[in-house]
């Protein structure tokens, strides 16, 4: 038996851009109902090509076992949280 549930939410976006900032806020709101949520291990496809996958958050590696929040493309030094205006 197991103790996790992974959720598979089918949800389509008009291109890559607005698809990732739909994933973000998807993977922030749950954490706010005490889900444990991995916005490290979110991707985005096409709908057509479901196997080519784009990441969304950097997930990097920070001090302390934290991983970076921030969108995969970011400028700004890694952070846990992100930022106002999503960069």
């Not at 990732?20 to 291990?41: D, F, K, M, N, Y």
């Amino acid at each position: 038996m197991t103790d996790r549930w992974v959720i598979h939410l089918p949800v389509t976006a008009p291109d890559l851009l607005r698809a990732r900032i739909l994933a973000r806020t998807a993977a922030r709101v749950p954490a706010r109902l005490s889900a444990r949520v991995e916005p490290g291990g979110v991707t985005v496809s096409a709908e057509d090509q479901q196997g080519v996958r784009h990441w969304v958050c950097c997930d990097r590696p920070l001090p302390g076992g934290a991983r970076c929040a921030l969108p995969v493309d970011h400028a700004a030094p890694c952070s846990r949280r992100v930022r106002p205006g999503g960069r």
